[in-house]
Structure formats: structure tokens, C-alpha cells
């Protein structure tokens, strides 16, 4: 089957780094995205990767290893504001997009 | 402003009665989809659409129908709503599949 495992919660506290994994099996890859998504809100995009290495947007990074089938999204600075849920997706031939379950990152003073 | 909209925010109502979700872009998106996103199960995509007249099932579309008459409408709808549909649902567009998605606001659908 076609699905993307990630860890469920995460947590830790401001200033710090952190790092969220994301493994993924589908049939055909066409790249992976990062979502973040606060309490009762629409998700929205933060990063993509179609190739392998690192992109970095500001205090956010996104990491793709293709031949791993693995990705993470890093963190750093951490903030208040960052609590909140985070999504890895993939579009899996055929134009379906899969997201992965979330990962609800709770961040502490 | 480039936005997805989404109506009705809020939705409660009773088994079997028909109702129709609309959604609409103005992003000039070949892209849009609908999920349903439930506690622990995260987005789940019912219904996707690469182009105006192109439906494609998602990975949950029992009890839902969708239409893409135009490119800029995606309405979802639940022909005889049950229970197990109770959910929060998102619609979403973009350029290409593999694009950023820019997600609507989300409607927050009870049936009873």
C-alpha cells in the first residue's frame, strides 16, 4: 500500500531544535511537501523537496533522501507559535496526493 | 487575494438528507481535492480533480460524489449523509498535484 509514517507527537522547548521524520512508500514519487497546520485551521504549505538534499526557508529546513525514501523537516529557534501539527505529503501515481498522519509538536517554555 | 472558499464553515444535520459542499479558487488552479480530516487519521483525500471534466477517486470516496464542471468549482457532495460522515472537511487547489496546495478554510460537518 501507498502511506507515509511519521511520529505521532513531539515535544520541546523554545530556542531548541527539532527534527520531524517522515518515511514514505509509494508507488511512483514525485516529491515531498511539509504542512503545518494550528488547532482548527487549514494547513498550510511551509517546504518541498523534489530532489534529494536540503531546503532551507528561513527558521525552517526539509531534508529528501530519495534512495532512503525518507525526508524530516527541522526546526530551529523554536517558538511558541510553532505548537501545532505537521504533515509530510506525497503525490503517489495517478495524481493522488497522501498525507502522512501528523505529527503535533508541542513546544514548552 | 488568491484564496479558496469553502461554504458552509458549519453544517449540522440529519441522516439522508442531501447536501452539497461548494468550493471555488480563483488561482486559475488545474489541481483540487477534497479530505476529510479525522482525530489521529490526518488528511484523508476523498476526491481529486487534475482538470475541468477529470475526477479521480481518492482514498476514501464511499458516499461521496464530487463534479468539476468548471475550473474553478469543486463542490462535494453527500448524497445520503450518515453518521460515520461527521467530519471536518478541507478543499484544496493548486498549479499541479505535486504543487503547494493552498487549502480552503474548512467546513465542520455533525450529521445526526
Known amino acids: 500500500g501507498q502511506s507515509l509514517e511519521q511520529p505521532s507527537e513531539v515535544t520541546a522547548v523554545e530556542g531548541a531544535i527539532v527534527q520531524i521524520n517522515c518515511t514514505y512508500q509509494t508507488s511512483g514519487f514525485y516529491g515531498l511537501s511539509w504542512y503545518q497546520q494550528h488547532d482548527g485551521g487549514a494547513p498550510t504549505f511551509l517546504s518541498y523537496n523534489a530532489l534529494d538534499g536540503l531546503e532551507e526557508t528561513g527558521r525552517f529546513s526539509s531534508f529528501l533522501s530519495r534512495s532512503d525514501s525518507y525526508g524530516y523537516l527541522l526546526l530551529q529557534e523554536l517558538q511558541m507559535k510553532d505548537s501545532a501539527s505537521y504533515f509530510c505529503a506525497t503525490l503517489a501515481q495517478g495524481g493522488k496526493l497522501i498525507f502522512g498522519q501528523g505529527t503535533e509538536l508541542s513546544v514548552k517554555p | 487575494e488568491a484564496q479558496v472558499t469553502q461554504n458552509p464553515r458549519y453544517l449540522i444535520t440529519v441522516t439522508g438528507k442531501k447536501l452539497t459542499v461548494t468550493c471555488s479558487q480563483n488561482?486559475?488552479?488545474?489541481?483540487m481535492s477534497w479530505y476529510r480530516q479525522d482525530p489521529g487519521l490526518g488528511l484523508r483525500q476523498i476526491y481529486y480533480?487534475?482538470?475541468?471534466?477529470?475526477?479521480d477517486k481518492g482514498d476514501v470516496p464511499e458516499g461521496y460524489k464530487v463534479s468539476r464542471k468548471e475550473k474553478r468549482n469543486f463542490p462535494l457532495i453527500l448524497e445520503s449523509p450518515s453518521p460515520n460522515q461527521t467530519s471536518l472537511y478541507f478543499c484544496?487547489?493548486?498549479?499541479?498535484?505535486?504543487?503547494?496546495?493552498?487549502f480552503g478554510d474548512g467546513t465542520r460537518l455533525s450529521i445526526l
Open positions: 488561482m486559475n488552479h488545474e489541481y
Open positions: 480533480s487534475m482538470n475541468v471534466e477529470v475526477t
Open positions: 484544496a487547489s493548486s498549479s499541479q498535484g505535486n504543487q503547494p496546495q493552498h
